[in-house]
């Protein structure tokens, strides 16, 4: 079975602080997401990685920035937390092959104060 | 700008009846389709998809149809059953460029007794 495991399930961080969400994959995907789900607004992309160190922006990246320095491992990075920020992250991965799914991490429930 | 819409936020469905969820899309490079299905505080599942060569692919109880004139696809559950209810959240892809997924903005089922 494939498994995405993200670092934690609940966070509550303060504004400005420097937020660290990491994810790991163990069936050497190639690619890498990270979304936010938020009522009504569905899943939206934030930067996904097709390989290691490289990295593009999804549709909403402002705010954010992305780690993988190891294939397995991409990492999420909220520079300067805002209220705004709060919201479900998921993490997923895929292979690198065309028609095939992703899988996803359990999300991780980040909420800024 | 919305490329995968999912206008109905809600629908809700007796057991053992029909449950029809409908997803439109916008892009027309997009030329494989996914259905996930969403519990709480859980990530996203992959239920089915299907490729834009064919207009019906089934699995059990869920059947994916889509209508690429039209631009749209369901996902049909019969029967439906208590466990069925979730959010449901239909993806598209372009396999001509990144294989990221772009996905609607997700219907909640409710499935009553």
């Known amino acids: 079975d494939v498994k995405v495991t993200q670092s934690s399930r609940y966070l509550v961080k303060r504004t400005g602080e420097k937020v660290f969400l990491e994810c790991v994959q163990d069936m050497d995907h190639e690619n890498m997401f990270w979304y936010r789900q938020d009522p009504g607004l569905g899943l939206r992309l934030i930067y996904f990685?097709?390989?290691?160190?490289?990295?593009e922006k999804g549709d909403i990246p402002e705010g954010y920035s992305v780690s993988r320095e190891k294939k397995e491992r991409f990492s999420l990075i909220l520079e300067s937390a805002s209220t705004n920020q709060t919201s479900m992250y998921l993490c997923?991965?895929?292979?690198?092959?065309?028609?095939?799914?992703?899988?996803f991490g359990q999300g991780t429930r980040l909420t800024v104060v | 700008d919305q490329q995968v819409k999912q206008n109905s936020p809600s629908l809700s469905v007796q057991e053992g009846r029909i449950s029809i969820l409908n997803c439109d899309y916008t892009n027309s490079m997009f030329d494989y389709f996914l259905w996930y299905k969403k519990y709480p505080a859980e990530g996203p599942t992959f239920l089915i998809s299907i490729s834009s060569i064919k207009d019906k692919n089934e699995d059990g109880r869920f059947t994916v149809f889509l209508n690429k004139s039209a631009k749209h696809l369901s996902l049909h559950i019969v029967p439906s059953q208590p466990g069925d209810s979730a959010v449901y959240f239909c993806?598209?892809?372009?396999?001509?460029?990144?294989?990221?997924?772009?996905f609607g903005t997700g219907t909640r089922l409710q499935v009553t007794l």
């Open positions: 997923a991965s895929r292979t690198g092959g065309d028609h095939t799914e992703a899988f």
């Open positions: 993806a598209a892809q372009n396999t001509g460029t990144a294989s990221k997924l772009t």
């Open positions: 990685s097709y390989d290691v160190k490289m990295k």
